[in-house]
């Protein structure tokens, strides 16, 4: 599984993907896989009220990537609430960032992997 930011041909990068740069607005023709690098936490927060199935708390931070001298932000989730601003992180592939059954529709229908950010 990939974590895929977008890049323009003027070296813009977004995360997530979008058809056209928000900065610039050429279209998106490449993505750039941010899954096997390390990022620095902006900021984060501990979240306690969390929709049906998401684990409470649920840790999440603001996460800068450096790709080739340009950055991106992610948001995601974290693996613990023990990091800190300025703390570098990876991200790491889960199988269930959400449980699949707690929400109202058919289960086999959520597929919830993905990624969370974990403290090098």
Known sequence: ????AGRCPNGHLTYPTHPRCPECGE?????VDIAGGTGTVLTWTLATAT???VRSP????????DVDGESVRALGQLTD?????GDEVR???VEE???PGAGI???????WDGYRFEPV
């Open 1 to 4: 599984m990939t974590l895929d």
């Open 27 to 31: 279209p998106q023709e490449e993505t």
């Open 51 to 53: 929709p049906p199935g």
């Open 58 to 65: 649920n840790p999440l931070a603001i996460v800068e990537f």
């Open 81 to 85: 609430e023990d990091v800190e601003t």
């Open 91 to 93: 991200p790491v592939h």
């Open 97 to 99: 960032l959400r449980e």
């Open 105 to 111: 529709r058919h289960p086999d229908s959520q597929d």
